[in-house]
């Protein structure tokens, strides 16, 4: 356990690093009122508040961060103190690297290196290569990898985006005269199409969120839509509106066009 994760806790609960001190290897299942009720009976530390517990990949477990009220120097402090039969490991910022537990010493560059390697299943050899960049047939396998971590990386973040916070569009209904309340079409379009190509999510999300505008006669539009094609992408639905509601010749245009036009030979 890094002396520097007691600091950072302390910092984010604003609490005195000296009167703070991470304990671990108490049962998961404990409340915080058990934790600090078991501690004031082995009188090792006066009175205890738990502040924050939080998980530990190097001990595998819960850790606790709290406060005391001894005054003593903790160095004399026992580094483990033995709780219903079970041993509880007790760590403060007065304590020296020295005096650390070595099963919660901060892991060297060299065992964080090979815990690397071990999960990631690469050998020695690929792993020099990582650094020297030497041009040999195992210098792709390295680049492949990036690129799937890259590709990881981005599918693990997308449900992040699809759960963010965005701009919700206006109410559309294809209704007229347009209800208030809602846009013409045209001012609906103009605002939605730029939106769905920035939006950072999924095609159903998008689709989603295109439906949860629409109203009475577009929304059944779009619904037929998704019966008849249950593939239909969110441009599917907007190409759908736009043909129904899109740009249409008013009724001069259409009388002048009626007016001059001619029948051509053979016609």
């Known amino acids: 356990m890094e002396r520097g994760l007691l600091e950072d ?12 001190v991470l304990v671990a290897g108490f049962p998961e299942e404990m409340e915080p009122n058990e934790i600090e009720e078991s501690l004031e009976e082995a009188e090792i530390l006066g009175r205890v508040k738990v502040h924050t517990c939080i998980y530990n990949r190097e001990v595998k477990g819960i850790v606790a961060l709290c406060t005391h009220s001894k005054e003593a120097d903790l ?49 020695r050899e690929e792993l020099i290569l990582a650094f020297e960049g030497a041009p040999t047939p195992a210098a792709p396998s390295l680049v492949e990898w990036a690129k799937e971590l890259g590709t990881a ?22 209704m007229s005269p347009v209800p208030s309340g809602e ?3 045209e001012t609906w379009r103009d605002v939605t199409v730029p939106l769905v190509q920035e939006w950072e999510c999924s095609d159903a999300e998008k689709r ?24 239909a992408t969110v441009q599917d639905y907007l190409t759908a509106l736009g043909s129904v509601y899109g740009a249409t010749d008013s009724s001069e245009d259409l009388y002048y066009r009626f007016r001059h036009t001619y029948q051509e030979p053979h016609e």
Do not use: H, N
């Not at 989603?208 to 929304?219: N, T």
């Open 9 to 20: 806790l302390c910092r984010g609960a604003r609490i005195p690093v000296t009167k703070a």
């Open 75 to 123: 160095d004399k402090v026992p580094k483990e103190v033995q709780v219903g039969g079970t041993p509880w490991t007790i760590l403060g910022a007065e304590q020296s690297p020295t005096s650390v537990p070595e099963s919660l010493e901060m892991d060297s560059l060299v065992q964080k290196l090979q815990a690397l390697m071990v999960d990631e299943r690469r050998t």
């Open 153 to 174: 990386l981005k599918d693990a973040l997308k449900p992040a985006y699809e759960s963010a916070p965005y701009k919700q569009l206006r109410s559309f209904s294809g």
């Open 183 to 185: 846009d013409d079409y």
């Open 208 to 231: 989603k969120r295109v439906l949860e505008s629409l109203r009475g006669p577009a929304m059944r539009i779009v619904r037929a839509l998704k019966d008849s094609q249950p593939a």
